[in-house]
Nanobody, 128 residues
Framework: EVQLVESGGGLVQAGGSLRLSCAASGFTFDDYVIGWFRQTPGKGREGVSCISIVDGETRYTDSVKGRFTISADNAKNTVYLQMNSLKSEDTAVYFC?????????????????????WGQGTQVTVSS
């Protein structure tokens, strides 16, 4: 059974940090690009960051560059999103998703939200 399980969300004050985890199982981790997305009722879903597991290439949306860092632990089949200097506008439900790496995979995942698998999400709330 394929699973993507997010954890690490919570309530934090503005300027604080959180680390989200996305634990993957049921598929060959190295063959995929894993991404983080966030969704709010008013703004819809947004691609935040993604990482190609096989070569470590990363992408970030402009609003989080310099504040968020995506990484992967291949031994644990887990992708992390370290979020620093959090702002109230970062408040959202954060999801991870996986797309098998082929052609233009990072763009397809990050900007067209094409994914083979989605997690259930974890709430991040930043208080100002």
């Amino acid at each position: 059974e394929v699973q993507l399980v997010e954890s690490g969300g919570g309530l934090v004050q503005a300027g604080g940090s959180l680390r989200l985890s996305c634990a993957a199982s049921g598929f060959t981790f190295d063959d995929y690009v894993i991404g983080w997305f966030r969704q709010t009722p008013g703004k819809g879903r947004e691609g935040v960051s993604c990482i190609s597991i096989v070569d470590g290439e990363t992408r970030y949306t402009d609003s989080v560059k310099g504040r968020f860092t995506i990484s992967a632990d291949n031994a644990k089949n887990t992708v992390y999103l370290q979020m620093n200097s959090l702002k109230s506008e970062d408040t959202a439900v954060y999801f991870c998703a996986a797309l098998r790496k082929t052609v233009a995979t990072m763009n397809r995942l990050m900007y067209r939200h094409e994914a083979d698998y989605w997690g259930q999400g974890t709430q991040v709330t930043v208080s100002s």
